[in-house]
């Protein structure tokens, strides 16, 4: 039996990068949650004094100019530019004095780079018209990440 016209099918209809993609978005959309909710709580040599981590978000790709200002940063600038290609990463924190749950504050933790066309990469919704005014390609499937220019 011929199994090549069944493996064209497949790679037809998902790509070459699906996977890379599905397990990326899995990440985003549970993932980063689950390892918050795993640790909990930071301890400290304070006592009475902890820690409670709450919800992670993902802010928007930026790049920060020369004048301090920020603005969106599009994965072509980010490799014209050397740059990577990624967005501020923020955590809920409630600190907890003597069992007081103090108002909670939200912490940029770092920085996650983007898997370009990923659910949170700024091409994912983009028509063909829109990515090429973006100097985008517009057949790359993505699934890879930009760091310092480079993919």
Request: hydrophobic residues 40%; charged residues 30%.
């Amino acid at each position: 039996m011929n199994k090549w016209p069944v493996i064209n099918s497949f790679f037809d209809e998902e790509g070459f990068v699906r996977q890379n993609l599905d397990s990326y978005n899995d990440l985003i959309d549970r993932g980063l949650q689950e390892i918050v909710n795993e640790i909990g709580v930071i301890e400290t040599d304070i006592e009475g004094f902890y820690v409670e981590f709450g919800k992670i978000r993902i802010g928007q790709p930026k790049t920060k100019e020369a004048d301090g200002s920020r603005r969106i940063l599009y994965p072509m600038e980010a490799r014209l530019r050397d740059l990577t290609y990624a967005a501020p990463l923020f955590l809920e924190m409630r600190p907890v004095v003597d069992g007081e749950k103090l108002k909670p504050v939200e912490v940029n933790i770092g920085e996650l780079p983007i898997m370009v066309k990923s659910k949170i990469c700024l091409l994912n919704k983009m028509g063909m018209e829109e990515l090429i005014y973006n100097k985008e390609d517009s057949v790359d499937p993505g699934g890879y990440f930009i760091i310092n220019g480079a993919e």
